[in-house]
């Protein structure tokens, strides 16, 4: 836990609306504060209602399809933010109702508690092309990285080794 930061804010963000939790350092509950519309304006007003007079802010999202546009902004606005993966979130057994307060005030308590691992986002691009994990997927039809991918999981899965004779065609 950082010492310096007084809040922290854990966000369950959809397409069209983000639910916001939020609790201060110490030991109290996280509140739940509502939910606002997944915009840039909501959330500007949002990092001003939450960051006061000298207070250092923790905001945290859960990693999903929407992508890391809250991210960005969120680091645009000189705030910290975190985006985590579901799968590195701790649940208790048996836990299954899953709703956006629920998970919200969830992600703000493991944030403040330092039990979530935040996973890496690529830098901003300025075509879509560059983002592609496969540069060749477009020329190719994407023939090459299926061809590669098989032979990955197949070398992985019966444990042998091969070379790959790549026809020139397919780049």
């Known amino acids: 836990m950082n010492k310096y930061i007084t809040k922290y804010v854990g966000m369950d963000v959809h397409k ?3 639910a916001v939790a939020i609790a201060r350092e110490g030991r109290g509950e996280p509140i739940y504060y509502g939910e606002i519309p997944n915009t840039d304006e909501a959330i500007k007003k949002l990092v001003k209602k939450v960051t006061s007079i000298g207070e250092k802010v923790s905001f945290c999202y859960e990693a999903g399809p929407c992508g890391y546009d809250v991210y960005r902004q969120l680091i645009d606005l000189g705030q910290r933010c975190d985006v985590v993966a ?3 979130i701790p649940k208790k057994s048996g836990d299954r109702v899953k709703t956006d307060r629920r998970d919200a005030t969830t992600l703000t308590r493991l944030c403040r508690a330092g039990e ?3 996973v ?3 830098e901003r691009t300025g075509s879509n092309k560059g983002s592609h994990p496969c540069p060749r997927r477009h ?3 994407g023939r ?3 061809t ?3 032979g990955i999981s197949l070398t992985a899965w019966k444990k042998i080794s091969w070379e790959v004779q790549m026809d020139a065609s397919v780049f």
Do not use: R
């Open 144 to 146: 090459a990285c299926q």
């Open 16 to 18: 069209e609306t983000i």
């Open 120 to 122: 890496w986002v690529p």
């Open 139 to 141: 020329e190719s039809n």
């Open 148 to 150: 590669a991918a098989w």
């Open 116 to 118: 979530l691992t935040p």
């Open 86 to 88: 579901p799968s590195l």
